[in-house]
């Protein structure tokens, strides 16, 4: 048997006749687990080592397997092998590969192994190594925030809440606030992989494998933690990967709250920043047009993130134990999911990097304004007025002060003492930064404090490529 077209009927001894032309497309998973090769080689090739070293197959034999299939990787990256539909997936097609290339001994390969196993195993290297891609996407992003509030620390910009002016605070604070939830993120999927890092091989179809297999010897050579616990839970488990699809989605969920506020920054009507050119593009109509559609897209895309999630929960619900062919359909999703946050990762460090930060704008976005009203309810308190009786005084003072058309440092010192005889000279001296000085308990806006997130923060995501950036 070392032509393909045997490899597949031999598979099918217990039918007449092969399937439907529609059938074979439609189960085939080739055409997108393709992406596979590279843990199902690995995986094939720990497992032959293990079957030699058990005796199970002849060091001959397992070496003749390992040299195959490290040439069959090599033809693959080379783009010289060509899959098939009627291969059904990356494993059958290595495996079929494995037959022209070494003949019979390649039927060895499958000894104390079903697919059922072998693609839990190829999700969870490829669910691995995208968890820790992601990480350090996180964690380059996090540096570019890092940087640009660094950069402008000083910087101080009205804070909002309804996305009404509320309280004047720093810019660099407002960029730790999605430090903090990159932060979280990157916890999560750290977290995910201890989940992911569970060899399922030796798992067989559902049962065990009747073999004298040594799973942990495999655990080792691939790099797993542990091996899995029961053999049912190990083939139709894909916790693992809706773990990292909900922890994809907060992330984009995160990254689309960010987006809206570099569209809404970079509008004419804030001005708070612009985008570099490289990272911002053009109408086909309207010349003057600078359009944010990157951040557009990014908010966008979380929507198909969330949708991976949601199809894949809703694929496993029903599901009876083990194995069901329905979990091939978690291979798209997933590799969206991970290409989209990947990409979206990178493009948003691009972005933040070159952005430009117009701290003039954000300063003449607060004159005028009566950003400074809770700083004038505390001015009262510490002159020893309940902070409900200032909070009345400061509400009538903002309506008088509107209807004269007046900022707070344009009203007179009597216009103030009408309202309260606490009021003083000193009044004048309340400014945004005062305001932000003013907030330096543990997590506020004052410049203290955050100096010393900025610290605590660089402290965290390390040097790039260093040792704390894991
Ligand atoms: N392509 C299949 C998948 O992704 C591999 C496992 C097939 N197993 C089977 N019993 N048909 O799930």
Avoid at 374 to 381: F, P, R
Avoid at 409 to 420: A, I, K, N, T
């Amino acid at each position: 048997m070392t032509r393909k077209d045997d490899f597949k009927s031999h598979l099918r001894s217990r039918f007449h006749k092969g399937v439907d032309k529609t059938v074979e497309k439609y189960v085939a998973s080739i055409p997108f687990d393709w992406r596979l090769y590279k843990q199902d080689i690995d995986g094939s090739i720990a497992h032959a080592q293990m079957l030699a070293k058990q005796g199970l197959i002849s060091k001959k034999d397992a070496e003749l397997i390992v040299s195959g299939l490290v040439a069959i990787r090599d033809e693959i990256e080379k783009g010289k092998l060509e899959f098939k539909p009627e291969l059904e997936d990356i494993h059958m097609s290595i495996e079929s590969r494995l037959f022209e290339k070494i003949g019979d001994v390649a039927g060895k390969l499958h000894t104390a192994r079903s697919r059922n196993d072998q693609i839990a195993l190829d999700m969870r290297l490829f669910t691995k190594e995208a968890i820790s891609e992601t990480v350090s996407g996180l964690r380059d992003f996090q540096r570019a925030l890092l940087d640009i509030a660094e950069a402008n620390k000083a910087a101080i910009m009205p804070g909002y809440t309804h996305l009404q002016q509320a309280q004047p605070i720093l810019f660099a604070h407002h960029l730790l606030a999605y430090f903090e939830m990159l932060q979280r993120d990157v916890v999560r999927f750290q977290d995910c992989l201890k989940r992911a890092d569970v060899l399922p091989l030796g798992s067989g179809a559902l049962a065990g494998v009747a073999y004298s297999v040594d799973r942990n010897f495999v655990a080792k050579k691939l790099g797993f933690s542990d091996i899995s616990a029961n053999s049912l839970d190990a083939v139709s488990d894909r916790d693992f990967v809706l773990e990292y699809e909900a922890a994809a989605a907060i992330t984009m969920m995160h990254l689309s709250r960010l987006a809206e506020e570099m569209v809404l920054w970079s509008s004419a009507e804030f001005g708070f920043v612009e985008l570099d050119e490289a990272y911002a593009t053009s109408s086909s109509i309207m010349p003057q047009k600078k359009n944010p559609d990157v951040v557009e897209l990014a908010r966008g895309k979380t929507g198909r993130v969330y949708g991976n999630l949601m199809g894949l929960l809703t694929v496993m619900k029903g599901l009876p134990l083990a194995y069901n062919r329905d979990v091939q359909e978690d291979k798209e999703g997933l590799f969206d999911t991970v290409d989209t946050l990947l990409s979206t990762l990178e493009v948003f460090t691009g972005l933040i990097k070159t952005l430009k930060v117009n701290t003039a704008r954000m300063q003449q976005a607060m004159s005028g304004s009566y950003i400074l009203a809770t700083d004038l309810a505390d001015y009262l308190v510490r002159k020893g007025l309940p902070f409900r009786q200032a909070h009345d005084i400061v509400g009538k003072l903002v309506r008088y002060a509107i209807s004269k058309n007046k900022g707070f440092q344009e009203l007179s010192l009597d216009e103030y003492r009408g309202f309260s005889p606490l009021f003083a000279d000193d009044v004048y001296g309340i400014t945004v930064k005062t305001s932000v000085e003013a907030r330096n308990a543990a997590g506020g806006t004052a410049p203290k404090q955050v100096a010393a997130a900025l610290l605590r923060a660089r402290k965290l995501v390390g040097k790039r490529n260093g040792k704390q950036a894991n």
